[in-house]
């Protein structure tokens, strides 16, 4: 495989101590960081940045040396932010072994078993000061296995993801986020419960999905009630009253069928004789065709 070598270097003369926030200024030492990025035409894609460390120049702070922070990659990683997203998205369609083959000819190399520690590594931090969530069932596995989401509603990330959907999983976590003022829930009557039991001055909002939905089931029943059950239409124009069927015997198009030529006669062998086509033994005295010929009688008359 053809590989692609960018080598880049940071602008960026200081960087704050993630320690102490102390900006430092003074170089301790550069390092090359290799970071495997999104491919460019197929092909492996790498970078070689040129990293600095600092001295940290607080004498209180126990960090002496830190490194600087790449914006496109975390710490210790060896690929970039838009590489792992990209990997995760591919790879939620896929199997882990799939996603690798089909990453592969993106020009992506990544195990499947780093794909799979990629998906292990997704935590969701909780934050008990949050005030404004989201509440939503999700299915894990379609119809089967049910789980209540529960996201910030400033940005819509996911906070929490609890078992069930029965509302009592969220009332134990609602225990312990007393600050929420404002839900947006589905329309389940369990998540309604929870939140009035345990926060009762909570507002609760249903989502814009939602109130679509409530809005059209309303709207059906509306128009159930007032519009008949049957509406008859002809040219453009909508009629009082059901028109009469006016019954047609279908005919046989006589002049079509003057066109056709055929014989009623069977088939022959070259040789002369009748070609035998109908090789179904008819056995008209076996036990089948005596009930069949019963149930043909039964149904006729
Ligand atoms: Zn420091």
Same mark, same amino acid.
């Given at each position: 495989?053809?590989?692609?070598?960018?080598?880049?270097?940071?602008?960026?003369?200081?960087?704050?101590?993630?320690?102490?926030?102390?900006?430092?200024?003074?170089?301790?030492?550069?390092?090359?960081?290799?970071?495997?990025?999104?491919?460019?035409?197929?092909?492996?894609?790498?970078?070689?940045?040129?990293?600095?460390?600092?001295?940290?120049?607080? @004498?209180?702070?126990?960090?002496?040396?830190?490194?600087?922070?790449? @914006?496109?990659?975390?710490?210790?990683?060896?690929?970039?932010? #838009?590489?792992?997203?990209?990997?995760?998205?591919?790879?939620?369609?896929?199997?882990?072994?799939?996603?690798?083959?089909?990453?592969?000819?993106?020009?992506? /190399?990544?195990?499947?078993?780093?794909?799979?520690?990629?998906?292990?590594?997704?935590?969701?931090?909780?934050?008990?000061?949050?005030?404004?969530?989201?509440?939503?069932?999700?299915?894990?596995?379609?119809?089967?296995?049910?789980?209540?989401?529960?996201?910030?509603?400033?940005?819509?990330?996911?906070?929490?993801?609890?078992?069930?959907?029965?509302?009592?999983?969220?009332?134990?976590?609602?225990?312990?986020?007393?600050?929420? /003022?404002?839900?947006?829930?589905?329309? #389940?009557?369990?998540?309604?419960?929870?939140?009035?039991?345990?926060?009762?001055?909570?507002?609760?909002?249903?989502?814009?999905?939602?109130?679509?939905?409530?809005?059209?089931?309303?709207?059906?029943?509306?128009?159930?009630?007032?519009?008949?059950?049957?509406?008859?239409?002809?040219?453009?124009?909508?009629?009082?009253?059901?028109?009469?069927?006016?019954?047609?015997?279908?005919? @046989?198009?006589?002049?079509?069928?003057?066109?056709?030529?055929?014989?009623?006669?069977?088939?022959?062998?070259?040789?002369?004789?009748?070609m035998a086509y109908d090789n179904k033994k008819h056995d008209f005295s076996s036990e089948q065709y005596r009930t069949q010929a019963k149930s043909r009688k039964k149904n006729s008359s």
């Amino acid at each position: 495989m053809e590989t692609l070598h960018i080598f880049i270097k940071s602008k960026r003369i200081g960087c704050r101590c993630p320690k102490c926030g102390t900006e430092s200024r003074k170089l301790h030492a550069t390092y090359e960081r290799i970071l495997q990025d999104t491919p460019i035409r197929c092909k492996q894609t790498f970078l070689h940045v040129n990293v600095y460390k600092y001295d940290c120049l607080n @004498p209180e702070c126990d960090c002496i040396v830190f490194m600087e922070e790449l @914006p496109f990659a975390k710490a210790s990683q060896v690929r970039t932010d #838009a590489l792992n997203t990209l990997v995760l998205g591919v790879s939620m369609y896929l199997s882990n072994e799939g996603a690798s083959k089909v990453l592969g000819l993106l020009g992506i /190399r990544i195990s499947n078993d780093t794909i799979q520690r990629l998906y292990d590594r997704i935590g969701f931090v909780d934050n008990p000061d949050v005030e404004e969530v989201g509440i939503d069932d999700v299915a894990i596995r379609k119809g089967q296995t049910y789980a209540t989401a529960i996201y910030d509603l400033k940005d819509h990330h996911l906070i929490a993801l609890l078992e069930g959907r029965e509302g009592e999983a969220l009332r134990n976590w609602l225990e312990h986020h007393k600050k929420i /003022r404002l839900v947006a829930r589905d329309r #389940a009557s369990a998540y309604a419960a929870a939140i009035s039991a345990v926060l009762p001055d909570c507002v609760q909002v249903a989502d814009r999905f939602h109130l679509l939905q409530n809005l059209l089931e309303h709207l059906k029943d509306i128009f159930k009630e007032e519009l008949p059950a049957k509406i008859f239409i002809r040219d453009g124009k909508v009629l009082d009253q059901e028109p009469q069927k006016i019954p047609q015997e279908k005919k @046989p198009d006589d002049a079509f069928l003057a066109t056709l030529h055929y014989g009623n006669t069977p088939p022959r062998n070259p040789d002369g004789t009748e070609m035998a086509y109908d090789n179904k033994k008819h056995d008209f005295s076996s036990e089948q065709y005596r009930t069949q010929a019963k149930s043909r009688k039964k149904n006729s008359s």
